[in-house]
């Protein structure tokens, strides 16, 4: 040790001993010698501040609290007074002598909050005798930080005398002394809440029961508040078989306890920190007594604890993060934080996701994302990379990923709901993860080349891309004010919901120079080098000097010196985006981009690989289309927003408490705000509307930790199927139903059976339509019939519609015989376009989770139509019901009818979108059941378009082929796209929208069950379910 070290040592030593003896002198002193007198106190009120219209403190003050004892804690809002008044007094009465027989009720006032307490006369002689001490060490020059930062807060000047408390005892207080007594405690009470002092100690805090969390405007309503002693069930000593009344069997903590109007949470008066969060549900009930507590006087509180496709829905969620002031919460199945949420990139990365959250933690935004953990052997969605990617943007992004399968012993269910939540006010609900793929318009585009694509330039060889439909601005949005936990409560202050279409705009026209130098600088122009940025994983943020533009340009050089010589590069020489590159230069056509890297993708042809490289193609874009992607999502404000905010926080904190990698504080419990602020809107989605919302999940109690599982999105679609009175109309990633109490358990399919029974029999006009996809989601090649997993899906998803007794079809046959066509349809949605020269077609990924209804009612969410969806016990999931309170004049079944503003909007959208009203406007879609519109329009659509894509381009799945040998026959003919493309291109001009007719009998003779001795086999039949 040096000569500097020891000397220092020994100075600072005898210090330290003088404050401890000190200290510990002052904690023996007997308060009881005080005197309970002073001198008349002289309280300077003239420099007592007002409180400014409207002042509040920030939500954000729930993540900066401190220790009770901490000198410089903020408690009380800025300028305002408190005001206390004893409003009445109870005599105790008892056969045993009580020395404090009276309890005071005072009532407080502060700002916009008011609470009572009630106090016996020994609780301010206690308090009284607290402030002294308080008051005469801060006469004492201890050196210690909290003592020497309290006597720096104490203002110079500033009154410290003590107000006068009454010597005598309330039990030789006589009856009618009392309401003097009454006028001396509230004029001392009123007196020391004045003196700034004695007010911010922590004894007084205690004694009118407030906390840093009591004035929090967004928290709601001051509630009871205190310290508790509180026992954990989890920390019995094992081996000790005691009754729990001992409190060797389990740890015991003092705890503050705050009760608000829709939680209850303890906090630790040495750190200050939030310790538990339990939100009041359907089933919070409170328990009191030895019997239920296991305690004499013991408590127990128990618990239950509109976008079509993705860019509308994208740039809305991005304008909303854009404008957040406090919280930003997410949840997806998946996440890609590279993705682009703006299209065409124009403004490079400013609207690229990552750059937002960080941009928003650099704000002090607190940002918190729960990523589903996937088990990696059965997907390759990578949320480690994403987990990793975002948390080194800022400590004010905080993930976790859910659940750990060894421990929790889930291997079979995941986290599907998709959530976006801005400030607890505005959030964003339905089927569209941000992630790769998604993303998408009302064109469904095969063909994204790049910035630099082949082609002609002059004219050029390919189509020309189609005008976008012109949108109206009637873009519909919804509201009820949900229940916490999918009650079907409805409040008087609707929450705000908007739906919005996608433009479809495509911005930047072709560029008309075919020197390399024109095309270098139109490059540069489109501000490529900063929007094709690497990973901001494996780069810093703003300084990234590796990009995909000079790579292009590298290229590009390369091109200059061979353009004279025929002997360019083969495709195999070139990868990912710079494969746009290998043409001669006279054949460069530049055009904007709307998927980059690993956005581009057709999943069934390709799974991700590689997404720790998200700008790395995989798929080669001049081979093989992208997969359009349809979807649905819907945005809400206000009280369903809350509530949605509310199940966000129910799982961060129930995933805080069982994964011990989330206990320390760095990962804080959240907390919900109030709802009776859920109106104050700071921002607002444009184009939303007022309606009826309610909240639905599928939640249990491994993935939110309650008690019992809720399954009210399946008991949502089997109401408003069973009630509706003219149609509904499904979107469905899935639709696996029809229980048989073996293997499937939902009974949407039962439901829907029964509503065309009760019609058929009725005499009644009635539709189901279904949208659904064309083949599963899964990597196979269909022209082999598809891969296992493939082919595993399709057999439920047959099962539920056409093959076997308990398909909706044949229970229906059975009644009606082929009547049954005049009830329900089935399709899928299809498309085509030019690719480098040669015509393409693809299915359209209907992943949507919607139900619309009657023209009035909505259901859009997560979960679809299966069993993993709907039985709340598996899969987790959020969905939104959507009851209109406006509603305009239309059509049904040929006579006036009101309908729902925002179902009609979402209804007419879609059926104009699939069946190509937007390029037709002579296509009537107004009356969903009359004869004209389904016999003339819908069937002979879907009927026409399903041919001439089969006749062009012998595509599958088809009618035609019904076991494996027809499915070698049927691939050994080839199509007019290769026979004669010219009078293939005549026949796709009769092509309208992208409804085609799902085929029912495509390989129905054929058992698409997996072997048993695949790996989809030895899976659990209830994965595909």
Same mark, same amino acid.
Not at 598 to 613: A, G, P
């Given at each position: 040790?040096?000569?500097?070290?020891?000397?220092?040592?020994?100075?600072?030593?005898?210090?330290?001993?003088?404050?401890?003896?000190?200290?510990?002198?002052?904690?023996?002193?007997?308060?009881?010698?005080?005197?309970?007198?002073?001198?008349?106190?002289?309280?300077?009120?003239?420099?007592?501040?007002?409180?400014?219209?409207?002042?509040?403190?920030?939500?954000?003050?729930?993540?900066?609290?401190?220790?009770?004892?901490?000198?410089?804690?903020?408690?009380?809002?800025?300028?305002? $007074?408190?005001?206390?008044?004893?409003?009445?007094?109870?005599?105790?009465?008892?056969?045993?002598?009580?020395?404090?027989?009276?309890?005071?009720?005072?009532?407080?006032?502060?700002?916009?909050?008011?609470?009572?307490?009630?106090?016996?006369?020994?609780?301010?002689?206690?308090?009284?005798?607290?402030?002294?001490?308080?008051?005469?060490?801060?006469?004492?020059?201890?050196?210690?930080?909290?003592?020497?930062?309290?006597?720096?807060?104490?203002?110079?000047?500033?009154?410290?005398?003590?107000?006068?408390?009454?010597?005598?005892?309330?039990?030789?207080?006589?009856?009618?002394?009392?309401?003097?007594?009454?006028?001396?405690?509230?004029?001392?009470?009123?007196?020391?809440?004045?003196?700034?002092?004695?007010?911010?100690?922590?004894?007084?805090?205690?004694?009118?029961?407030?906390?840093?969390?009591?004035?929090?405007?967004?928290?709601?309503?001051?509630?009871?508040?205190?310290?508790?002693?509180?026992?954990?069930?989890?920390?019995?000593?094992?081996?000790?078989?005691?009754?729990?009344?001992?409190?060797?069997?389990?740890?015991?903590?003092?705890?503050?306890?705050?009760?608000? %109007?829709?939680?209850?949470?303890?906090?630790?008066?040495?750190?200050?920190?939030?310790?538990?969060?339990?939100?009041?549900?359907?089933?919070?009930?409170?328990?009191?007594?030895?019997? %239920?507590?296991?305690?004499?006087?013991?408590?127990?509180?128990?618990?239950?604890?509109?976008?079509?496709?993705?860019?509308?829905?994208?740039?809305?969620?991005?304008?909303?993060?854009?404008?957040?002031?406090?919280?930003?919460?997410?949840?997806?199945?998946? +996440?890609? $934080?590279?993705?682009?949420?703006?299209?065409?990139?124009?403004?490079?990365?400013?609207?690229?996701?990552?750059?937002?959250?960080?941009?928003?933690?650099?704000?002090?935004?607190?940002?918190?994302?729960?990523?589903?953990?996937?088990?990696? +052997?059965?997907?390759?969605?990578?949320?480690?990379?994403?987990?990793?990617?975002?948390?080194?943007?800022?400590?004010?992004?905080?993930?976790?990923?859910?659940?750990?399968?060894?421990?929790?012993?889930?291997?079979?269910? *995941?986290?599907?709901?998709?959530?976006?939540?801005?400030?607890?006010?505005?959030?964003?609900?339905?089927?569209?993860?941000?992630?790769?793929?998604?993303?998408? %318009?009302?064109?469904?585009?095969?063909?994204?080349?790049?910035?630099?694509? /082949?082609?002609?330039?002059?004219?050029?060889?390919?189509?020309?891309?189609?005008?976008?439909?012109?949108?109206?601005?009637?873009?519909?949005?919804?509201?009820?004010?949900?229940?916490?936990?999918?009650?079907?409560?409805?409040?008087?202050?609707?929450?705000?919901?908007?739906?919005?279409?996608?433009?479809?705009?495509?911005?930047?026209?072709?560029?008309?120079?075919?020197?390399?130098?024109?095309?270098?600088?139109?490059?540069?122009?489109?501000? !490529?080098?900063?929007?094709?940025?690497?990973?901001?994983?494996?780069?810093?943020?703003?300084?990234?000097?590796?990009?995909?533009?000079?790579?292009?340009?590298?290229?590009?050089?390369?091109?200059?010196?061979?353009?004279?010589?025929?002997?360019?590069?083969?495709?195999?020489?070139?990868?990912?985006?710079?494969?746009?590159?290998?043409?001669?230069?006279?054949?460069?056509?530049?055009?904007?981009?709307?998927?980059?890297?690993?956005?581009?993708?057709?999943?069934?042809?390709?799974?991700?690989?590689?997404?720790?490289?998200?700008?790395?193609?995989?798929?080669?874009?001049?081979?093989?289309?992208?997969?359009?992607?349809?979807?649905?999502?819907?945005?809400?404000?206000?009280?369903? *927003?809350?509530?949605?905010?509310?199940?966000?926080?129910?799982?961060?904190?129930?995933?805080?408490?069982?994964?011990?990698?989330?206990?320390?504080?760095?990962?804080?419990?959240?907390?919900?705000?109030?709802?009776?602020?859920?109106?104050?809107?700071?921002?607002?989605?444009?184009?939303?509307?007022?309606?009826?919302?309610?909240?639905?999940?599928?939640?249990?109690?491994?993935?939110?930790?309650?008690?019992?599982?809720?399954?009210?999105?399946?008991?949502?679609?089997?109401?408003?199927?069973?009630?509706?009175?003219?149609?509904?109309?499904?979107?469905?990633?899935?639709?696996?139903?029809?229980?048989?109490?073996?293997?499937?358990?939902?009974?949407?399919?039962?439901?829907?059976?029964?509503?065309?029974?009760?019609?058929?029999?009725?005499?009644?006009?009635?539709?189901?339509?279904?949208?659904?996809?064309?083949?599963?989601?899964?990597?196979?090649?269909?022209?082999?019939?598809?891969?296992? *997993?493939?082919?595993?899906?399709?057999?439920?998803?047959?099962?539920?519609?056409? /093959?076997?007794?308990?398909?909706?079809?044949?229970?229906?046959?059975?009644?009606?015989?082929?009547?049954?066509?005049?009830?329900?349809?089935?399709?899928?949605?299809?498309?085509?376009?030019?690719?480098?020269?040669?015509?393409?077609?693809?299915?359209?990924?209907?992943?949507?989770?919607?139900?619309?209804?009657?023209?009035?009612?909505?259901?859009?969410?997560?979960?679809?139509?299966?069993?993993?969806?709907?039985?709340?016990?598996?899969?987790?999931?959020?969905?939104?019901?959507? =009851?209109?309170?406006?509603?305009?004049?239309?059509?049904?079944?040929?006579?006036?009818?009101?309908?729902?503003?925002?179902?009609?909007?979402?209804?007419?959208?879609?059926?104009?979108?699939?069946?190509?009203?937007?390029?037709?406007?002579?296509?009537?879609?107004?009356?969903?059941?009359?004869?004209?519109?389904?016999?003339?329009?819908?069937?002979?659509?879907?009927?026409?378009?399903?041919?001439?894509? =089969?006749?062009?381009?012998?595509?599958?799945?088809?009618?035609?082929?019904?076991?494996?040998?027809?499915?070698? *026959?049927?691939?050994?003919?080839?199509?007019?796209?290769?026979?004669? $493309?010219?009078?293939?291109?005549?026949?796709?001009?009769?092509?309208?929208?992208?409804?085609?007719?799902?085929?029912?009998?495509? !390989?129905?003779?054929?058992?698409?069950?997996?072997?048993?001795?695949?790996?989809?086999?030895?899976?659990?039949?209830?994965?595909?379910?």
């Amino acid at each position: 040790m040096s000569e500097h070290q020891q000397g220092s040592f020994h100075r600072s030593s005898p210090l330290k001993g003088v404050a401890q003896d000190i200290s510990q002198l002052m904690e023996k002193l007997d308060t009881n010698e005080l005197y309970l007198e002073g001198d008349e106190t002289d309280i300077d009120t003239t420099n007592e501040t007002k409180a400014s219209d409207g002042a509040q403190i920030p939500f954000s003050a729930v993540y900066m609290t401190k220790g009770f004892k901490e000198a410089d804690v903020q408690i009380y809002i800025t300028g305002a $007074p408190i005001k206390a008044h004893v409003v009445d007094v109870e005599r105790f009465t008892s056969t045993r002598k009580v020395p404090s027989p009276n309890i005071y009720t005072i009532e407080l006032t502060h700002g916009e909050f008011n609470w009572r307490v009630k106090r016996k006369f020994k609780h301010f002689q206690e308090l009284h005798r607290e402030l002294l001490r308080y008051k005469a060490l801060l006469r004492l020059p201890i050196p210690t930080r909290r003592f020497t930062v309290r006597r720096q807060t104490v203002k110079q000047g500033e009154p410290r005398t003590m107000p006068s408390l009454p010597r005598s005892s309330d039990h030789i207080v006589r009856e009618e002394q009392i309401s003097s007594r009454r006028r001396q405690l509230e004029d001392y009470l009123t007196k020391l809440l004045k003196m700034a002092m004695y007010r911010n100690y922590h004894a007084m805090m205690e004694f009118i029961g407030v906390s840093q969390l009591s004035f929090i405007h967004h928290l709601g309503p001051k509630g009871l508040e205190g310290y508790v002693m509180k026992r954990s069930g989890g920390h019995r000593i094992p081996g000790l078989n005691c009754c729990g009344s001992n409190k060797v069997c389990y740890r015991w903590s003092k705890r503050w306890l705050a009760v608000k %109007d829709s939680f209850v949470t303890y906090m630790k008066p040495d750190s200050g920190a939030v310790a538990f969060v339990l939100l009041v549900d359907k089933e919070f009930t409170i328990k009191l007594g030895i019997k %239920d507590t296991e305690t004499k006087y013991g408590i127990r509180i128990e618990n239950l604890s509109r976008y079509v496709n993705a860019k509308g829905y994208f740039e809305d969620v991005a304008d909303a993060l854009e404008n957040a002031q406090e919280e930003i919460y997410i949840t997806d199945w998946w +996440l890609s $934080p590279e993705i682009f949420l703006k299209r065409p990139v124009m403004e490079g990365n400013h609207w690229r996701l990552d750059y937002i959250l960080k941009r928003k933690a650099l704000q002090g935004v607190k940002i918190f994302v729960m990523l589903y953990k996937e088990v990696e +052997l059965a997907l390759g969605i990578n949320s480690g990379y994403s987990k990793r990617t975002l948390m080194k943007l800022h400590p004010n992004v905080k993930v976790m990923r859910h659940p750990d399968h060894v421990s929790s012993t889930v291997y079979l269910w *995941a986290h599907h709901e998709k959530l976006v939540v801005i400030d607890q006010s505005v959030a964003f609900v339905g089927g569209i993860d941000l992630a790769y793929g998604r993303w998408d %318009d009302q064109m469904h585009r095969l063909t994204d080349v790049g910035s630099v694509t /082949r082609g002609a330039l002059s004219p050029p060889t390919t189509t020309p891309t189609p005008t976008p439909a012109p949108t109206t601005n009637n873009n519909p949005p919804v509201d009820r004010v949900p229940d916490t936990s999918g009650e079907t409560e409805e409040t008087r202050n609707p929450a705000r919901i908007r739906l919005e279409r996608n433009g479809g705009e495509e911005e930047g026209g072709r560029m008309r120079g075919a020197t390399w130098l024109n095309l270098v600088k139109r490059l540069q122009r489109q501000n !490529l080098e900063r929007s094709d940025s690497v990973s901001s994983s494996d780069s810093d943020w703003f300084t990234s000097k590796q990009n995909l533009l000079k790579d292009r340009l590298a290229n590009l050089r390369k091109l200059r010196h061979l353009s004279a010589n025929s002997d360019l590069p083969t495709p195999d020489d070139d990868s990912g985006s710079v494969r746009s590159l290998c043409p001669d230069i006279g054949q460069l056509v530049g055009q904007s981009r709307f998927w980059h890297g690993k956005d581009y993708c057709n999943f069934v042809y390709k799974d991700w690989i590689q997404l720790d490289k998200p700008f790395d193609d995989f798929i080669d874009r001049y081979t093989t289309p992208r997969m359009p992607w349809h979807d649905i999502a819907a945005v809400v404000h206000g009280k369903a *927003a809350r509530n949605l905010a509310r199940h966000f926080i129910q799982r961060w904190n129930f995933t805080k408490i069982v994964k011990a990698k989330y206990r320390p504080v760095s990962y804080p419990y959240l907390l919900p705000k109030s709802m009776s602020t859920a109106s104050e809107l700071t921002y607002q989605v444009p184009g939303s509307m007022a309606a009826r919302v309610q909240v639905l999940r599928s939640a249990a109690d491994w993935s939110c930790g309650i008690k019992y599982h809720e399954e009210s999105i399946h008991q949502a679609y089997m109401h408003v199927i069973e009630n509706s009175q003219h149609y509904i109309y499904i979107e469905n990633q899935f639709f696996i139903s029809c229980a048989d109490n073996k293997n499937v358990f939902n009974g949407i399919g039962d439901a829907i059976v029964k509503r065309i029974l009760k019609a058929y029999r009725d005499k009644q006009r009635y539709r189901v339509y279904l949208v659904t996809p064309l083949m599963p989601g899964f990597e196979g090649d269909i022209k082999t019939g598809g891969g296992a *997993a493939i082919q595993t899906v399709m057999h439920f998803n047959y099962r539920t519609i056409a /093959r076997g007794e308990h398909s909706i079809i044949e229970r229906l046959r059975k009644e009606m015989e082929d009547m049954w066509m005049n009830y329900f349809s089935v399709c899928g949605l299809r498309t085509h376009a030019e690719l480098d020269g040669n015509l393409v077609t693809e299915l359209i990924y209907v992943h949507s989770k919607m139900l619309i209804a009657d023209d009035r009612t909505v259901i859009i969410g997560s979960a679809n139509i299966n069993d993993r969806s709907m039985l709340g016990k598996r899969d987790s999931e959020m969905a939104v019901i959507v =009851e209109d309170t406006g509603h305009v004049p239309s059509v049904m079944d040929g006579e006036e009818y009101q309908a729902g503003v925002f179902a009609l909007h979402l209804r007419l959208h879609c059926f104009r979108l699939i069946l190509g009203g937007f390029t037709d406007p002579s296509i009537d879609v107004q009356d969903p059941v009359s004869e004209k519109f389904f016999k003339e329009v819908w069937i002979p659509t879907s009927a026409r378009n399903a041919t001439i894509y =089969e006749k062009v381009f012998r595509c599958l799945p088809s009618d035609h082929v019904r076991n494996n040998v027809d499915l070698v *026959a049927f691939n050994a003919k080839s199509g007019l796209n290769t026979e004669d $493309p010219a009078k293939a291109a005549e026949e796709l001009k009769k092509i309208r929208g992208f409804l085609v007719q799902f085929p029912i009998y495509f !390989l129905s003779e054929e058992n698409l069950l997996p072997a048993l001795s695949t790996k989809e086999g030895m899976v659990p039949m209830e994965v595909w379910t």
